[in-house]
């Protein structure tokens, strides 16, 4: 099946500087690929290429299996929800009717907006002045409007960043339950456990070069360093080395009833990728 996106040597370029060195990758139908990396490591400059609102220096890139200076036709523009920096919403209107607009746009029954409202959290907060509304509730609306008509393909830039725990959970939820029914997700964050939580798949870009891309398990397993953690009881936490050394130790404090609990070691997503550039994600 041929991938819903398809990135070949991208390269974008602004004055002397490149913003994204000669990327490439593919997102499959179905995935919730994740795209990691800090501010200005090139992920908000790639998700609008991918979404034609910027033109690449040279590289291919496909959506839908077309090139990206055909996706101002309305036949695609309808199989594509968006929630990026620049997303806006009508301030002098309500919730509901800046929706209401948005379905007579895309031709959605008005009974979806009830749906997207639970999913996000805001369907007490309906006939509010969007004006009124926090940065948050902003930001959810606006995730709303991007999933109103059910896309094909959901691009995703940071669309937790100016929300609580409570309600991160509660979207995270509702992009679970729309990757179920079909749509492909794009995730770009610089949240780690968000990703693990999500993605199938995650690329790490770092100064426009990715630099690595796979899923989060296979990540874990080719950087974890074969320790584990045991905590025995009189001696408190103890790291050991998965060894013949190791598994005769952990088999007397068993058999002294000392042995409280054991776990491997195996690194966090943060942890790989700052091995792996030398830089937090924040």
């Known amino acids: 099946m041929q991938p819903i996106i398809e990135v ?39 998700v609008k290429i991918l979404t034609s609102q910027l033109l690449p220096t040279s590289g291919t890139v496909k959506v839908f299996g077309q090139p990206i200076n055909k996706m101002n036709d309305s036949s695609h523009k309808r199989r594509i929800g968006i929630l990026t920096d620049n997303s806006a919403l009508y301030e002098r209107l309500t919730i509901q009717d800046n929706l209401e607009l948005f379905c007579r746009l895309y031709d959605v029954e008005s009974k979806r907006i009830a749906e997207v409202l639970e999913e996000v959290n805001l369907a007490n907060d309906r006939q509010t002045m969007v004006k009124k509304l926090s940065k948050g509730m902003k930001q959810r609306v606006m995730l709303a409007r991007a999933i109103l008509h059910k896309p094909d393909l959901l691009f995703l ?26 749509t492909t997700i794009f995730l770009t964050t610089h949240n780690m456990m968000e990703a693990e939580s999500l993605c199938d798949r995650v690329a790490f870009i770092h100064d426009g070069v990715i630099k690595a891309i796979d899923t989060p398990q ?38 002294e009833g000392r042995l409280l609990s054991i776990h491997s070691n195996e690194p966090t997503l943060g942890d790989i990728f700052v091995k792996m550039t030398g830089r937090e994600l924040q």
Do not use: Y
């Open 8 to 46: 070949d040597q991208l390269l974008k370029a602004f004055g002397n500087k490149s913003a994204l060195q000669h990327i490439q990758f593919n997102v499959h139908q179905g995935e919730i690929f994740g795209f990691l990396g800090p501010s200005g490591s090139g992920k908000t400059t790639t």
């Open 157 to 182: 830039d940071e669309p937790t960043s100016a929300l609580d725990p409570v309600n991160t959970l509660h979207i995270h939820e509702g992009l679970r339950k729309l990757n179920r029914e079909g």
């Open 218 to 255: 296979q990540l874990r397993l080719a950087h974890a360093d074969q320790s584990m953690t045991v905590l025995v009881k009189g001696e408190g936490k103890r790291v050991l080395q998965q060894n013949e050394e190791s598994a005769q130790r952990i088999g007397q404090w068993m058999l």
